[in-house]
């Protein structure tokens, strides 16, 4: 009897496959890239996560293409319960201090970038392009076979890998099978869970009571993504589920497919599922945030996109490559005069207020609380608040 996890081959950077195996006479044979320099290391690590799984009767055979010591753990750990299902041990690498980091109420998800989660060699520099949120991608990235030894892996990267300022999600396959991915990583560093394909309140619901079972969780959001007609129908329903909800999304291939229509670079059959979106969360008080632009190469048609979901009101989109990164916050950002006009909006509001004076106008007309408001969103976007 023998199991298998991870990848390899010419391609491969940054993971490794492993295959264990009832023996007698348990070894662990490795073939490394780095051998020379970390291969007594990778062979001490295998052993005590053996050891660790109860599994050290186990023969181990590893090819390993330069991967870090937390995925080594993850392969393992997964290859291990293939072969003994029921084996209710688990590996956990260290907490990387630098890797845990508070968020802020205000928190901006302009991009949101996308990590399929069996692919670790995406992990690594992803905090380096500076998103706003990365996103460990537990369903439609990964095939089904591989489900298990994704939500392996993206437990290990929440602990161990440092993605900096951004935000650490994870987008969990849809319910039923979601509930188990939420069970798996919440205690793990996840700061936002994403809850894909949701038609209802109810499924939103059912997280929010799963989560109560756990500890000092009470920081961890949930951002919903509405992907058929039905959701669209009930998406205020939806964004008001639970007090955990931060935003609301809205998948587009899937909403396109659900109504019988194209996607289009234009939009027109979206239209209104988007401006539904927008005023849900906006109802709600919560971040409308668009979908994906799923043509990594068109520059000019990203630059529309993000263009037109501003336009709409949405703050944020999804990035399905660290090129887009940049091209979308140059657009979310302020122009210099909003810039300066909100300077004195705040301004005036704050001197106002510690004179105790109510009323007050600037450039000649009368600024109220939604007005300031609005100019403290210009400045946070404008990264000066």
Known sequence: MRSSAGQRGAEVRSDCWVEVEESSSPTIQLTSRVEVMYGDSIRQLAQATLRDLKSDDLSL????????PYVIMARIESAVKRLRPANPTQVLPPLNPKAQHPLSPNRLRRTRLYL???TPKFFINAGLHQPDAVILDLEDSVP???KDSARLLARNALRAVNFFAAEKMVRVNSLPQGLEDVRFIAEHGVQTILIPKVESAEEVIVI???????????GLKLIPIIESAKGVLNAYAIATASPRVVALSIGLEDYAT????QRTKEGKESFWARSMIVNAARAAGI???????????????LRTFVEDSKALGFEGIGCLHPRQVKIAHEMFAPKPED??????????????????????SVDGKMVDAPIVERARKVLRLAQIL
């Open 144 to 146: 089904p076979s591989e």
């Open 258 to 261: 659900d109504i019988g229509a």
């Open 287 to 301: 971040q409308p945030l668009a979908s994906v632009f799923s043509d990594m190469e068109d520059e000019t048609g």
């Open 339 to 360: 810039v300066e006009k909100a300077k004195r909006i705040v301004t005036a509001f704050d001197e106002a207020q510690a004179k105790g004076i109510g009323a007050i």
């Open 116 to 118: 399929p989660g069996n």
């Open 61 to 68: 055979t590893i090819d390993d293409s330069g991967a870090l």
């Open 208 to 218: 929010e009571q799963d989560l109560r079972g756990f500890g000092n969780l009470e």
